[in-house]
């Protein structure tokens, strides 16, 4: 089945805002922890590479630098692709993303931009930590700009009786696809190390 990709830049002039659904989605945030058996700098190199993002997350398929001589550092930017199978099929949307912090091994964060003009939408970051005892912290977090215009809150403009319940599912279905992230990276980072050739 061809997936329907949605791409910035090709929806026209960016609407305009319905500010009432500030505060809904000023206070749309996501966060999952989990702990792991391996060092700051082993989970940091996970965490940070962007490129691998596919490899554990259920929704975001792939990712890549812009331009890859200015990455690893703050106001780099890269594109994500992600993936849903909806009722109408798969649907792909593909949008730029700016880094803004960088802070090795222990923070990288980064803005998604809308689909109209890339202005940031909402917020995205990996924070790795110290644990009590061995092992680290891995912090996944998500967070919707008040006036950011995410495909969610373009939904929600349409129905905004409905704004609640929708901020509701699409948080829910974040903190699944979360939790399946950080499992899957918790897995490779607990996995023994290849052996030296």
Same mark, same amino acid.
């Given at each position: 089945?061809?997936?329907?990709?949605?791409?910035?830049?090709?929806?026209?002039?960016?609407?305009?805002?319905?500010?009432?659904?500030?505060?809904?989605?000023?206070?749309?945030?996501?966060?999952?922890?989990?702990?792991?058996?391996?060092?700051?700098?082993?989970?940091?190199?996970?965490?940070?590479?962007?490129?691998?993002?596919?490899?554990?997350?259920?929704?975001?398929?792939? #990712? =890549?630098?812009?331009?890859?001589?200015?990455?690893?550092? $703050? *106001?780099? &930017? /890269?594109? %994500?692709?992600?993936?849903?199978?909806?009722?109408?099929?798969?649907?792909?949307?593909?949008?730029?993303?700016?880094?803004? #912090? =960088?802070?090795?091994?222990?923070?990288?964060?980064?803005? $998604? *931009?809308? &689909? /109209?003009? %890339?202005?940031?939408?909402?917020?995205?970051?990996?924070?790795?930590?110290?644990?009590?005892?061995?092992?680290?912290?891995?912090?996944?977090?998500?967070?919707?700009?008040?006036?950011?215009?995410? *495909?969610? &809150?373009?939904?929600?403009?349409?129905?905004?009786?409905?704004?609640?319940?929708?901020?509701?599912?699409?948080?829910?279905?974040?903190?699944?696809?979360?939790?399946?992230?950080?499992?899957?990276?918790?897995?490779?980072?607990?996995?023994?190390?290849?052996?030296?050739?």
């Amino acid at each position: 089945m061809s997936a329907a990709v949605s791409r910035q830049g090709e929806h026209g002039p960016r609407p305009d805002v319905d500010h009432s659904l500030d505060e809904l989605f000023g206070a749309m945030s996501v966060g999952v922890d989990t702990r792991v058996a391996c060092t700051a700098d082993r989970a940091w190199a996970v965490v940070s590479d962007i490129s691998r993002i596919g490899e554990f997350s259920p929704e975001c398929a792939e #990712a =890549w630098w812009v331009d890859s001589d200015a990455a690893d550092q $703050v *106001g780099a &930017r /890269f594109e %994500g692709k992600n993936r849903v199978d909806g009722p109408q099929g798969v649907h792909e949307w593909i949008r730029l993303c700016e880094i803004t #912090a =960088w802070e090795p091994p222990r923070l990288i964060s980064w803005t $998604v *931009g809308n &689909r /109209f003009d %890339g202005t940031p939408a909402t917020e995205w970051s990996f924070a790795v930590e110290p644990a009590e005892g061995p092992g680290v912290v891995i912090r996944q977090r998500f967070r919707h700009r008040a006036d950011g215009l995410s *495909g969610l &809150r373009e939904a929600a403009q349409k129905t905004p009786e409905n704004a609640a319940e929708l901020i509701a599912k699409r948080s829910a279905r974040l903190r699944e696809g979360m939790s399946q992230t950080l499992a899957r990276m918790c897995s490779l980072l607990e996995s023994a190390p290849p052996a030296a050739s």
